[in-house]
């Protein structure tokens, strides 16, 4: 589980020490949820979860305003 957590830390960005080290832990976590669980969906829920919790903008669709 942790060179997949070294990896998915990584992979989203080095950022500081503190991001950094959250996302480890975060990984970890996604990591032991698939082995627990036996598959990927439980994390993926967890990831998108967590994802739209911190950056709800990205994943809403667009707004149009009046013209």
């Given at each position: 589980m942790i060179p997949?957590?070294?990896?998915f830390a990584a992979a989203h960005g080095w950022g500081t020490?503190?991001?950094?080290?959250?996302?480890?832990?975060?990984?970890?976590?996604?990591?032991?949820?698939?082995?627990?669980?036996g598959g990927l969906e439980?994390?993926?829920a967890l990831h998108a979860r967590l994802a739209r919790r911190h950056h709800p903008q990205r994943l809403s669709p667009p707004v149009s305003g009046p013209a």
């Open positions: 997949q957590a070294v990896l020490e503190w991001g950094f080290i959250g996302l480890l832990v975060f990984g970890g976590v996604c990591g032991w949820l698939t082995i627990r669980t439980a994390a993926v």
